[in-house]
């Protein structure tokens, strides 16, 4: 009788265990489900800021106005291929230097970049870019900012304006002449 209710008792305890190892086992299958969900849900999030930033990127390309982004220290960020092609440069090469060099007045160059960070914008600040023929251009520009509102860097877009000065040239010496 005593080994009978010592069995009786060995086998309850095993019962009660395989009743808390049973449940164990159903949470974790449930984490498990739930874990699936959340990274198909990740994701769809990874694949949907893909192709945002894919599209950003092809809007920042497409444009035939040099781009170039700088950061507060005044070290080009990134550009797009407009900004390397009038530079004659690789990106590799442009990434990380002065944005100040690329200009025939580095001073003028230094005021719109404060004028960006200190103001938050800058419109139609003219400069010349030093590349193989000085292109003229329009500087503008805005600053960016993280999700807590600290500035990040600045997005300055160069317009091209080296055909307005020779028609503007042109119609002052005819009116000259």
Do not use: C, H
């Not at 309850?12 to 009743?19: P, Y």
């Not at 449940?23 to 984490?31: C, M, P, R, T, Y």
């Not at 874990?35 to 950003?56: F, G, H, P, V």
């Amino acid at each position: 009788n005593k080994e009978l209710a010592f069995q009786n008792e060995e086998k309850e305890k095993r019962a009660a265990e395989l009743i808390i190892a049973n449940k164990e086992l159903v949470f974790q299958n449930e984490e498990k489900e739930k874990r699936a969900i959340e990274n198909k849900e990740l994701e769809a999030l990874s694949d949907s800021l893909k192709l945002a930033s894919q599209y950003s990127l092809s809007l920042i390309e497409a444009s035939r106005d040099p781009l170039v982004t700088i950061s507060t220290e005044g070290k080009i960020m990134d550009m797009n291929e407009a900004f390397a092609n009038i530079t004659e440069m690789k990106r590799e090469k442009i990434t990380g230097t002065d944005f100040f060099d690329y200009f025939t007045d580095s001073q003028k160059a230094r005021e719109v970049y404060q004028e960006v960070f200190a103001k938050g914008f800058v419109a139609d600040y003219p400069l010349t870019i030093r590349d193989v023929k000085l292109t003229d251009v329009l500087f503008n520009g805005s600053v960016y900012k993280n999700e807590k509102g600290n500035v990040l860097g600045a997005v300055i877009v160069a317009r091209d304006i080296t055909e307005q000065k020779r028609f503007e040239t042109e119609l002052i010496e005819a009116k000259v002449f």
